[in-house]
């Protein structure tokens, strides 16, 4: 039986009821998305405030519009908030299954969960600490209608010390399928003009990752903020300013304002995988695919079934140890995998991106596209036998400038191109593959920007283009 954490603020901070909350999300979303660069490199971790939605919804979808390009990638949240209600000295973990949201439960990773409260010093059990705490509950729509289906690791922070949160992210840090999220308003209760002051100082504080700079009356999350900077510098990372206002730029007077940000890090960018660089260094990347098919595509397929397998009997994917598969899979490298029942669609998710060894993508895609596409039901075993397995690794996508929608589908490849496209945040990708039922360009094209969330006759110099090529194996 699942042990779940009601919501507890659902109704006042936030709609209580699914529809209203999803047109809430929808609007502040969509308005962030005009202010997010379609460039914009996704996040490992983001910093956002905790008010009711009315008050500080449009501050938090900023920094939640940075993580679309993540939705499919990130299986993994660390959400970090200060305690309100309950004081306690250390950091709080609870133990129950899930958390409850209008828009469903979110699952909690209660392995990660039991890991740091068995190895990380000041970590603890305590479901009271949790129970009527708004600093994470607030955040977990926006996690739900921007990532779908994540599992969660909440951390309430009580008296603690910023060296010892950092030291529990150390612990948390995981790779590209792990982002962090820390929870914190601003300034209290000021005036106008005194509140913008104060936090044009913490801005400073946070843009310099200066942990030491911060206090707690400038900012309620002072010390799990404190924590991500001091990780964050020992990381490299970069940070962005993406919103700073209060609620008397939004929907409360000016005579007692509460100040919101919303900040964005990114980990420092490597000069590209090593499925990149080879491609950069070979004339033809797609024949190196299909070599690297022909000779192991069906231990990709094989892989690709026992991670369904796996799942199915062990609810996770295939454990690979890059070591003991054939040399070429070592290698990062981009795949989507596409499963099907006489012939129509039962599951497809990819990495658009090469990030991690090859072996492993295909391995976690499987098993993300039989029990994670969000379109779709879990396959059960009695269907599994009549499931149909292909996969198709990607070439790295290259820029595609085009002068307008009519030079795109002039020059669009039938049969041979993928395309990604965004605009402002809004992303789309189609494979290869949808030529089969998309033949002709111009759809093609309108069919992608309806997937992005573009009108499909909507065209303007903010769209971003994309080309890739993509190699099949089907088992």
């Known amino acids: 039986m699942t042990h779940l954490r009601p919501a507890a603020v659902a109704g006042a901070f936030y709609p209580g009821d699914a529809g209203q909350l999803s047109r809430t999300l929808d609007d502040l979303l969509a308005e962030a998305r005009r202010h997010t660069p379609a460039s914009a490199p996704p996040p490992k971790a983001i910093i956002a405030p905790h008010a009711g939605y009315v008050y500080s919804g449009p501050v938090a979808a900023r920094a939640y519009a940075r993580l679309a390009p993540l939705a499919g990638r990130v299986t993994r949240v660390v959400l970090l908030g200060p305690a309100h209600r309950v004081a306690f000295r250390g950091m709080a973990l609870p133990t129950v299954d899930a958390f409850a949201t209008p828009l469903g439960p979110l699952r909690l990773d209660r392995a990660a969960i039991a890991g740091v409260v068995e190895s990380v010093p000041g970590c603890g059990y305590s479901d009271q600490a949790h129970a009527e705490e708004h600093s994470l509950e607030v955040h977990l729509p926006f996690l739900r209608a921007v990532l779908g289906d994540v599992a969660l690791v909440p951390v309430c922070v009580g008296e603690a010390r ?29 005036d106008y003009d005194t509140g913008r002051r104060f936090d044009a100082d913490t801005r400073t504080a946070i843009e310099t990752l200066d942990a030491a700079a911060l206090s707690y009356d400038r900012a309620c999350g002072r010390t799990p903020m404190g924590g991500l900077l001091l990780a964050a510098r020992a990381r490299g990372l970069s940070i962005e300013t993406l919103d700073v206002r209060s609620s008397g730029d ?13 900040w ?40 690709a079934r026992h991670s369904i397998e796996n799942g199915l009997t062990r609810g996770e994917p295939l454990a690979v140890d890059p070591a003991t598969v054939a040399e070429p899979l070592r ?27 090859l072996a492993q993508d295909v391995a976690e895609n499987a098993w993300r596209s039989a029990f994670h ?25 290259q820029p595609f400038p085009v002068r307008d929608e009519d030079d795109l589908v002039a020059r669009l490849r039938p049969g041979v ?18 030529w089969e039922t998309l033949p002709d360009p111009r759809e093609f094209v309108r069919a992608l ?16 283009l994309e080309r890739f090529a993509a190699k099949s194996v089907k088992g």
């Open 331 to 357: 290698h990062n490298g981009a795949c989507f995998v596409t499963l099907t029942v006489d012939g129509a669609l039962r599951g497809c998710i990819g990495s658009p991106q090469a990030w991690r060894p």
């Open 373 to 397: 596409d969000p379109r779709f039901p879990p396959v059960s075993a009695r269907e599994w036998p009549a499931v149909a397995v292909a996969l198709s690794v990607l070439t790295p996508p």
């Open 162 to 190: 910023p060296e010892e949160v950092a030291a529990l992210l150390d612990r948390l840090w995981g790779g590209p399928e792990t982002l962090i999220v820390v929870s914190t308003d601003l300034s209290h209760y000021l």
């Open 264 to 303: 964005a890090l990114v980990e420092p960018q490597a000069d590209g995988s090593a499925a990149a660089a080879a491609a950069e260094a070979s004339p033809d990347p797609e024949t190196a695919i299909e070599a690297m098919l022909a000779r192991h595509g069906a231990d990709l397929i094989a892989l």
């Open 417 to 434: 191109d993928g395309l990604i496209l965004g605009e402002h945040g809004a992303r789309g990708l189609f494979l290869p593959a949808v």
């Open 449 to 464: 920007k309806r997937k992005a969330g573009l009108p499909p006759g909507h065209w303007s110099d903010a769209i971003t």
């Open 250 to 262: 939004t929907a409360g007077p000016r005579d007692r304002v509460v100040g919101y940000g919303a």
